[in-house]
């Protein structure tokens, strides 16, 4: 395939689709090489475990017959998107990472699939992640594990693994990524991108995450957010435009405020009180991230003004995530199907289906994360925005699940990730936003969270980080190529 840096998978969301509006791309010459640089790049790297071509390029076809004729399309008609393997697509096989679900073939979308159809977007596949999401990983036992594209021996994160990598690779300028602890923002650190999580119910969830007939995945009802990967923030709020709003399905979608989703100006953000921290009060962070943390604060303070170093006092919360999603996860349904088909749970999953839990245990863990919301929502109340790493260490070897060390201390697998569960737990919108490299070459995002229901603020944060650090820098995946 031709690799000219002229091709419309060079160009980001919002540029391709007024490419395509304004006739100059055809959808199926999109669609056309967007299957081409999967099956170039991806038997390395392993971001898709399902491309639908046939169907594509039907939809592109019937697309450029519509566009020729003047019919009206929507506005984000002929854009490949890849969709999280937890994500349902009708006709489409969905295995949510799981040998208990190698052959399911949902019968409905889940409503973003539907709103992105509606809007004409054209689903190319699904993406990579841990099993039923658990884990910040890209490893499962049905596909092949997905690889950095920066460097293969490296983990993308997860567990929106693939969708990150697609995004990363330039196979698509959109990917759907799902986010119950920080897995949208994780790998899109990792892996240079930028990820958003919304707020809690903004983008509504159904019925992938909430059905009763797919056990272990009625759960996480109270963390789980859906949102989008992109390249940058503006191509983010042009995605978030389609697919948010509320449903009748999903009785916690919250009402449109507005349909305006173009980015605020700086101006906007001049009175704004903005805090950082580096470690949460208790965090053990790599010196580089820390100092890349800073640099970009001090590029900030010369634009808008002072920055306060201070934090919610809410202590180290790793072990609530585990209790409050072993109580939300369908335990006994997956214990059932795994003895019926003989199949072995393990990793983090297997971890919180073998543990006892008690009652006690659950009951503690609602009154502790509310305690951690009321100590959070007083400290926003004075503070916009709270900026931080989005994980503690940039990308590591790609067969761990957390890196053996951090700034030389040997700690549990999940102290990478110390910083993105709090905005799961409050449901406060968060994004990561790509700000430079270790000297190594692994990317690091910075990690924004704002105030309740303020994602437009924190999108043009965002993109004023974004405008600091000019990010033109991609990964050459053409030297990974056997």
């Given at each position: 395939?031709?690799?000219?840096?002229?091709?419309?998978?060079?160009?980001?969301?919002?540029?391709?689709?007024?490419?395509?509006?304004?006739?100059?791309?055809?959808?199926?010459?999109?669609?056309?090489?967007?299957?081409?640089?999967?099956?170039?790049?991806?038997?390395?790297?392993?971001?898709?475990?399902?491309?639908?071509?046939?169907?594509?390029?039907?939809?592109?076809?019937?697309?450029?017959?519509?566009?020729?004729?003047?019919?009206?399309?929507g506005p984000l008609a002929g854009i490949p998107v890849a969709v999280k393997d937890l994500i349902c697509t009708k006709n489409l096989r969905t295995t949510f990472g799981s040998q208990l679900y190698s052959d399911f073939v949902p019968e409905e979308d889940d409503i973003v699939v539907e709103r992105l159809k509606?809007?004409?977007?054209?689903?190319?596949?699904?993406?990579?992640?841990?099993?039923?999401?658990?884990?910040?990983?890209?490893?499962?036992?049905?596909?092949?594990?997905?690889?950095?594209?920066?460097?293969?021996?490296?983990?993308?994160?997860?567990?929106?693994?693939?969708?990150?990598?697609?995004v990363a690779a330039k196979m698509v300028p959109l990917a759907l990524g799902s986010d119950g602890g920080g897995s949208i923002r994780i790998p899109a650190s990792l892996t240079g991108v930028f990820g958003m999580k919304p707020s809690w119910g903004r983008v509504p969830l159904y019925p992938s995450c909430r059905?009763?007939?797919?056990?272990?995945?009625?759960?996480?009802?109270?963390?789980?957010?859906?949102?989008?990967?992109?390249?940058?923030?503006?191509?983010?709020?042009?995605?978030?435009?389609?697919?948010?709003?509320?449903?009748?399905?999903?009785?916690?979608?919250?009402?449109?405020?507005?349909?305006?989703?173009?980015?605020?100006?700086?101006?906007?953000?001049?009175?704004?009180?903005?805090?950082?921290?580096?470690?949460?009060?208790?965090?053990?962070?790599?010196?580089?991230?820390?100092?890349?943390?800073?640099?970009?604060?001090?590029?900030?303070?010369?634009?808008?003004?002072?920055?306060?170093?201070?934090?919610?006092?809410?202590?180290?919360?790793?072990?609530?995530?585990?209790?409050?999603?072993?109580?939300?996860?369908?335990?006994?349904?997956?214990?059932?199907?795994?003895?019926?088909?003989?199949?072995?749970?393990?990793?983090?999953?297997?971890?919180?289906?073998?543990?006892?839990?008690?009652?006690?245990?659950?009951?503690?863990?609602?009154?502790?994360?509310?305690?951690?919301?009321?100590?959070?929502?007083?400290?926003?109340?004075?503070?916009?925005?709270?900026?931080?790493?989005?994980?503690?260490?940039?990308?590591?070897?790609?067969?761990?699940?957390?890196?053996?060390?951090?700034?030389?201390?040997?700690?549990?697998?999940?102290?990478?990730?110390?910083?993105?569960?709090?905005?799961?737990?409050?449901?406060?919108?968060?994004?990561?936003?790509?700000?430079?490299?270790?000297?190594?070459?692994?990317?690091?995002?910075?990690?924004?969270?704002?105030?309740?229901?303020?994602?437009?603020?924190?999108?043009?944060?965002?993109?004023?980080?974004?405008?600091?650090?000019?990010?033109?820098?991609?990964?050459?995946?053409?030297?990974?190529?056997?």
């Amino acid at each position: 395939m031709s690799k000219n840096i002229n091709s419309p998978l060079m160009l980001g969301l919002k540029e391709l689709a007024t490419a395509i509006a304004k006739k100059e791309y055809k959808v199926s010459d999109v669609i056309d090489q967007t299957i081409q640089r999967i099956q170039t790049y991806d038997a390395t790297l392993h971001a898709f475990c399902l491309v639908d071509i046939d169907s594509a390029m039907e939809q592109a076809e019937s697309l450029d017959r519509q566009i020729k004729a003047g019919a009206s399309v929507g506005p984000l008609a002929g854009i490949p998107v890849a969709v999280k393997d937890l994500i349902c697509t009708k006709n489409l096989r969905t295995t949510f990472g799981s040998q208990l679900y190698s052959d399911f073939v949902p019968e409905e979308d889940d409503i973003v699939v539907e709103r992105l159809k509606a809007a004409g977007a054209i689903i190319i596949g699904k993406t990579n992640t841990s099993e039923f999401g658990y884990g910040a990983v890209g490893h499962n036992k049905i596909y092949p594990t997905t690889k950095n594209p920066w460097n293969t021996e490296l983990t993308p994160g997860g567990s929106s693994a693939g969708s990150a990598v697609a995004v990363a690779a330039k196979m698509v300028p959109l990917a759907l990524g799902s986010d119950g602890g920080g897995s949208i923002r994780i790998p899109a650190s990792l892996t240079g991108v930028f990820g958003m999580k919304p707020s809690w119910g903004r983008v509504p969830l159904y019925p992938s995450c909430r059905d009763e007939r797919y056990p272990g995945q009625s759960g996480w009802e109270s963390l789980e957010h859906i949102g989008p990967i992109t390249r940058n923030a503006a191509d983010a709020a042009f995605a978030l435009a389609t697919i948010s709003g509320p449903s009748h399905y999903d009785r916690h979608s919250i009402p449109v405020e507005s349909y305006d989703w173009s980015l605020r100006g700086i101006d906007t953000l001049q009175h704004c009180r903005f805090a950082y921290t580096t470690d949460l009060g208790f965090a053990v962070v790599e010196p580089e991230i820390i100092a890349a943390i800073e640099d970009a604060i001090d590029r900030l303070k010369g634009i808008l003004g002072n920055i306060e170093c201070t934090f919610p006092p809410i202590g180290n919360n790793e072990n609530l995530l585990d209790t409050i999603v072993a109580m939300e996860t369908d335990r006994s349904g997956l214990r059932t199907m795994a003895a019926d088909k003989g199949i072995k749970l393990d990793g983090w999953l297997g971890s919180i289906l073998e543990r006892t839990w008690t009652g006690d245990q659950f009951t503690n863990a609602i009154l502790e994360r509310k305690r951690i919301v009321n100590i959070t929502a007083k400290f926003m109340k004075d503070y916009d925005f709270l900026i931080t790493p989005t994980t503690a260490t940039a990308a590591f070897p790609i067969n761990l699940y957390g890196p053996l060390h951090i700034a030389g201390k040997t700690l549990p697998p999940s102290a990478w990730v110390p910083f993105s569960a709090l905005a799961n737990f409050t449901g406060l919108p968060a994004a990561s936003v790509p700000i430079g490299f270790t000297k190594d070459g692994r990317p690091i995002g910075l990690q924004i969270m704002g105030r309740h229901l303020d994602d437009r603020g924190v999108l043009a944060l965002s993109a004023v980080i974004e405008s600091l650090f000019q990010n033109d820098k991609w990964p050459n995946i053409n030297t990974i190529i056997p």
